[in-house]
């Protein structure tokens, strides 16, 4: 009887098809969560814009005057990497965009009164929400 020296051709193309399937799996599942990590610039500019908003919400009592650029509400954020130009704050609503890398995704948050005490509520749509790159 013969001792095997070494593994076989057939057992390491076992070992390589078994690394191609699991990597098949993994790879786009990369992608995506690289994707919503990129968003998460976008989430976090927009959380500075919410309580920007909400300042001016609390010093003018108006929704309408509550602009990028006014009442201290910073203008229109800069292009990055990963938020699109086109930011834009207009009667308190947010909207952002995410570059191709962040997945393209939009966030528009949108203030309304509660009733309770006139504090604002945060509604948060667009197409963030399907990807689950939104909160």
Request: proline share 3%; hydrophobic share 45%.
């Amino acid at each position: 009887m013969k001792q095997q020296q070494g593994i076989t051709l057939i057992e390491l193309m076992i070992v390589v098809a078994i690394i191609g399937l699991i990597a098949s799996f993994a790879l786009p599942a990369y992608n995506d969560h690289t994707m919503k990590a990129r968003f998460a610039e976008v989430n976090t500019l927009g959380n500075s814009y919410k309580t920007a908003v909400a300042l001016c919400f609390s010093e003018t009592n108006d929704l309408a005057q509550c602009d990028a650029g006014t009442h201290g509400i910073p203008g229109p954020a800069d292009a990055t990497d990963n938020l699109a130009a086109g930011m834009t704050v207009i009667d308190g609503v947010i909207t952002m965009t995410g570059t191709q890398a962040a997945g393209g995704w939009t966030s528009v948050m949108v203030p309304a009164l509660s009733g309770a005490g006139n504090a604002l509520v945060w509604t948060q749509s667009g197409t963030c929400l399907t990807s689950g790159a939104c909160k």
